[in-house]
């Protein structure tokens, strides 16, 4: 089939009419899609914040992509002025300008001052990440192959989380997302600075949850600090973020804020070693650590 210019312009328009609803309808979607504290089908921006850190991690990643936005297409802008206005045949006698001081400073002045404006909020975001704040909570968090070991160690409590199996998983009224499901979770409680505390047994592993905006390597004979104050409650996944061995994808993190009522009662069943504390199910494996 034949097909005039005017018909291939207009299929042309056509196509590129409705890529760009399909994207503008995937950018609106985006947080239709999203769910607090976990991964969701066809995400592509960051998992919602659930604590300060994170919320300025978003931010400063936001400011970042406008910025390299408006930079690409200026430079795009000037290439194609370059090709349209400057080819042999448009300007067939070229200009011997060799030097123009204004645009010789501002061509250094600008992207000093662009990256100084990357500097300062990036600076600002570092200090706050590493910075721990005096600590409400302490637990400790401790890689082995290929599961975790959570210790509070002021209130002498310590259990290891384990994934759930898939056959658990399918038991359980609202599953949790496929291989994110573990069978006790690190709780904490809400408005409240935690400090992690991470290191390894065996090899390197990382302890990271994205809606936090936390990922500290958990290196064996070292102790790597950090924090977070969880402003949302929900259950929050994280995975181990270092390829410590076969079954590193198997070793999730879930944490679960709760108000502070619920976080007490927690700690004494936990204490108590009873079968149904909300991290449900606990089975008697935490036990108080001597
Ligand atoms: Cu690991």
Redesign the pocket.
């Known amino acids: 089939m034949k097909m005039s210019k005017g018909q291939i312009g207009r299929r042309v328009l056509a196509s590129v009419a409705g890529l760009m609803a399909s994207g503008l309808t995937l950018a609106a979607g985006g947080t239709a899609f999203a769910e607090l504290g976990q991964p969701a089908p066809w995400e592509y921006k960051l998992q919602e914040a659930a604590t300060p850190v994170m919320e300025n991690i978003t931010w400063f990643h936001n400011f970042l992509f406008g910025l390299i936005t408006i930079i690409t297409l200026f430079v795009l802008g000037l290439l194609v002025a370059v090709v349209v206005k400057f080819n042999a045949k448009a300007n067939p006698i070229p200009s011997k300008t060799t030097h123009n001081t204004l645009i010789e400073v501002a061509w250094t002045l600008i992207p000093v001052l662009i990256l100084v404006s990357i500097a300062v909020p990036s600076f600002r975001l570092l200090f706050e990440e590493l910075d721990v704040p005096k600590a409400d909570v302490t637990i400790k968090a401790t ?1 082995n192959q ?1 599961n975790w070991t959570y210790s509070y160690p002021d209130d002498k409590i310590e259990y290891t989380s384990i994934i759930l199996s898939e056959e658990d998983r399918a038991k359980l009224a609202s599953p949790p997302p496929r291989l994110l499901g573990v069978d006790h979770s690190l709780v904490v409680p809400i408005n409240k600075v935690v400090r992690v505390q991470t290191t390894g047994a065996d090899v390197i ?1 990382s302890f990271a949850v994205p809606a936090f905006g936390i990922k500290i390597d958990s290196i064996p004979g070292r102790l790597n600090e950090t924090w977070f104050k969880a402003t949302k409650l929900g259950v929050f996944y994280g995975q ?1 973020s ?1 390829l ?1 061995g076969k079954d ?1 994808a198997f ?1 999730p993190i879930v944490v679960k804020v709760v108000n502070d009522q619920d976080y007490d009662d927690w700690k004494k069943c936990v204490l108590a070693s009873k079968d149904d504390c909300i991290d449900q199910p606990p089975g008697g494996k935490a036990k108080q650590s001597s």
């Open positions: 890689g290929w592993h181990c270092e410590c590193h070793m």
